[in-house]
């Protein structure tokens, strides 16, 4: 078939390599003159490490990323763990991967350059009406036609009438060095309550600088990033550092506002990813808040679902229904338990933070309940892809 995707992130390059190995004539189209990848780090769980294998970029990804094998977070104040989640329960021998999104980024871009994707820079997307994709592009006639249209331009996309859910709290990021010596393959978090956190994630190297680096975040309200930027950068470092001491050497290499970028998050769950041609995946599909780590991941699952169910018939339309089948009853589970987890880390009720801190936090120890939380945060609590 001709196929149109629409946005070169790390889903749109992910169905791009899948479709075109199969044998489909792939078009992707992407809004920036040179398509480049947006954010800091991020955690690839177990399942979106199987999608890569499936990819074949597993090995280049573990190389150049950092194993995490535990989420760790504590109490600023007490120094309690009130955050404790192992990859490896039961000896399963499974951990994520912190990677920057730019590595990503480069070994997608790659790979579908490779497989003869025809990359499009520099086309505005508007929307589609029946099988042409609009858009704005200089010296193109008229809106190209496909067979099936990708939607991967994430929570805001045109091709999409569903907003969404703002999320009220976001996070700043940064990609700072790591420093001399290893660092523990572990993502730490430092919490006050739920309406402070500060993280720092090991991330590995990027393409641009073979260094080893972290990805640093502190928690923010969508609606004091204005304020912030207003005030002295001096004054924040100095209550990032109170809040954690060790937060405190990252700091030194932010120098800037514009050093840290902002990330705003929003729940969004379109009814249905199917729409005559075109078809949804990640965060056109379903975006959430980043408290599970699972963005990036469900994007990839949607990919390799699109792929298979498309192996599984010629039948457009069938293939698409079977696609929403395969990935349905996963997104929305995850969805459900993004949405009542992230309070608890991401909000301004003392009673959630308390609740986290003296009773979800012993609970979790207990070892069936353990055992779930690292199923969980590893994306396979129930089949990432029906059969």
């Known amino acids: ?3 149109a995707i629409a946005g070169c992130g790390i889903g749109g390059l992910a169905a791009a390599v899948f479709l075109a190995r199969d044998g489909h004539n792939v078009t992707l189209f992407e809004r920036f003159a040179a398509p480049a990848p947006v954010g800091s780090g991020l955690v690839l769980q177990p399942v979106g490490l199987d999608v890569l294998e499936a990819l074949g970029l597993r090995g280049q990804a573990e190389t150049l990323g950092h194993r995490i094998e535990a989420l760790d977070g504590r109490d600023s104040e007490s120094g309690r763990r009130v955050l404790d989640v192992r990859y490896d329960f039961g000896g399963a021998g499974r951990s994520g991967l912190g990677i920057h999104r730019a590595t990503l980024f480069s070994l997608l871009y790659e790979a579908a350059q490779a497989e003869g994707v025809s990359i499009e820079p520099g086309c505005t997307v508007t929307g589609c009406e029946e099988n042409r994709l609009l858009l704005t592009q200089e010296g193109r006639p008229k809106a190209p036609a496909f067979a099936l249209i990708v939607d991967a331009m994430g929570a805001g996309s045109p091709l999409s009438a569903e907003p969404g859910r703002p999320l009220a709290f976001g996070a700043l990021w ?12 572990k993502l730490h978090q430092t919490y006050r309550g739920a309406r402070f956190m500060a993280g720092v994630l090991p991330i590995g190297q990027i393409p641009a600088d073979r260094g080893q680096k972290l990805a640093i975040f502190w928690s923010l309200p969508a609606a004091a990033y204005a304020a912030w930027r207003e005030a002295p950068l001096d004054a924040w470092k100095a209550e990032a550092a109170a809040l954690w001491p060790d937060f405190a050497p990252h700091l030194l290499h932010v120098s800037t506002h514009d050093d840290l970028a902002m990330a705003h998050y929003r729940h969004r769950t379109l009814r249905t990813p199917v729409e005559g041609c075109c078809v949804h995946l990640g965060d056109s599909w379903h975006a959430t808040s980043p408290q599970l780590g699972q963005g990036a991941n469900m994007a990839l699952l949607d990919a390799q679902a699109l792929a298979i169910a498309l192996g599984e018939t010629d039948d457009l339309e069938a ?12 997104m929305r589970l995850y969805q459900l338990i993004s949405r009542v987890f992230t309070p608890f880390y991401q909000s301004d009720s003392a009673t959630l933070a308390m609740l986290r801190d003296h009773v979800l936090a012993p609970l979790s120890r207990l070892p069936g309940i353990r055992g779930a939380l690292g199923r969980m945060v590893c994306g396979d609590l129930i089949l990432p892809i029906r059969s």
Not at 174 to 185: L, N
């Open 174 to 185: 940064a990609t700072v060095p790591a420093g001399s010596g290893p660092h523990a393959p």
């Open 1 to 3: 078939m001709e196929i």
């Open 319 to 330: 293939a698409l229904r079977e696609y929403r089948r395969k990935r349905t009853a996963h």
